[in-house]
């Protein structure tokens, strides 16, 4: 923490105002997808995870989201209800269920991924790799895993 003395508190909360804005211009372009589907921002986030872990179980997802099974039992439903997810039961253990998105879902999710892929390309193609991989770092640091 020494080294970030520097750091005064005028630059963390302009620090903290960018990460809001770019977390809600990257969003807001999905946002018209997902106004499509009727579907909105936390089933988006499902989706999301669903997609780059494909068979999550329903406490994997309430761990990683972090909110509470009404809140995701409303979203799983919704996403049912659609046809954007499907469930497995688990081979061994057949309390557990394994999420997987249908064709449909992953229809979603590549509409949304592909504005949000064009909006994070355009930043990162003036950056160099050093930029890149040290942002990514800082990134990492900010999520509480």
Do not use: C, P
């Not at 809600?24 to 997902?34: G, Q, V």
């Not at 009727?38 to 068979?55: D, E, N, R, W």
């Not at 081979?91 to 892929?117: A, C, P």
């Amino acid at each position: 923490m020494k080294e970030l003395l520097y750091l005064k508190d005028d630059q963390l909360k302009e620090f903290i105002e960018k990460i809001f804005m770019s977390y809600r211009d990257t969003f807001s372009d999905a946002k018209k997808i997902l106004n499509k589907y009727k579907i909105g921002v936390a089933h988006h986030k499902v989706i999301h995870l669903i997609s780059l872990h494909k068979g999550i179980t329903i406490s994997a997802l309430l761990s990683k989201l972090k909110v509470t099974k009404q809140s995701l039992n409303r979203v799983i439903k919704d996403l049912l209800t659609i046809k954007a997810i499907y469930f497995e039961k688990d081979d061994k253990d057949t309390r557990l269920k394994h999420i997987y998105l249908s064709e449909k879902g992953l229809n979603i999710f590549n509409e949304i991924f592909s504005v949000q892929k064009k909006r994070i390309y355009n930043a990162l193609i003036d950056s160099d790799s050093k930029e890149v991989i040290n942002f990514n770092k800082v990134l990492n640091r900010l999520i509480d895993e």
